[in-house]
């Protein structure tokens, strides 16, 4: 049996290295060009803000998220992030609220697609995005890594090289998502 894009997204919903097969089967973003999900509002589009949620703990002094933060992420898991255009900082602010850890703050980062996609590495393109969305969540997409996780000598900092230029392209943690778009400027 042929698997399409939508079949693996269906079969691999909650798997952890979602990222790793998508890869494998479907190589250089072919996923990206087809909507992945039947709850999905469409494909994601460059122009497309992208948010993630994290706690305080996980942004440095500055404001930045800490690469060691989007390195734990990135490779064969993903990096899950809403889009802002389907979605709304009281919807997103309030689903965050509900399970905070103690002594952390909810934060937000943004990113726009395109500066995502722009990445690469001797020429690759670093990072696809997907339109993984749920019934509970038809805005969820998902940052997939679309290069394999390097393995031998120099790996780990190569790895951290791939987290450092994704960690770079997302604003500064704001207490709402708007907010990360609007000190990020264009």
């Given at each position: 049996m042929d698997?399409?894009?939508k079949d693996l997204e269906s079969s691999h919903t909650n798997f952890e290295c979602k990222c790793?097969?998508?890869?494998q089967r479907f190589p250089d973003c072919q996923c990206e060009s087809e909507s992945v999900s039947d709850n999905s509002p469409g494909i994601v589009q460059d122009e497309e803000w992208l948010?993630?949620?994290?706690?305080?703990?996980n942004v440095l002094e500055d404001g930045c998220v800490t690469t060691a933060y989007i390195r734990g992420l990135i490779g064969d898991k993903g990096l899950s992030?809403?889009?802002l255009d389907h979605s709304s900082?009281?919807?997103l602010r309030t689903r965050e609220l509900q399970h905070p850890l103690p002594q952390n703050q909810v934060l937000f980062v943004a990113a726009q697609c395109s500066k995502v996609r722009d990445l690469n590495i001797d020429q690759k393109r670093l990072f696809c995005i997907y339109d993984t969305a749920s019934r509970e969540?038809?805005?969820?997409?998902e940052i997939c890594q679309n290069?394999?996780?390097p393995t031998g000598e120099g790996s780990k900092?190569?790895?951290m090289k791939i987290a450092e230029q994704l960690a770079e392209v997302f604003s500064e943690a704001n207490e709402t998502p708007s907010a990360c778009i609007e000190d990020f400027g264009d």
């Open positions: 698997c399409n894009c790793g097969v998508y890869r948010v993630r949620s994290l706690y305080n703990a992030v809403d889009r900082d009281i919807q969540r038809p805005e969820h997409a290069v394999d996780k900092k190569l790895m």
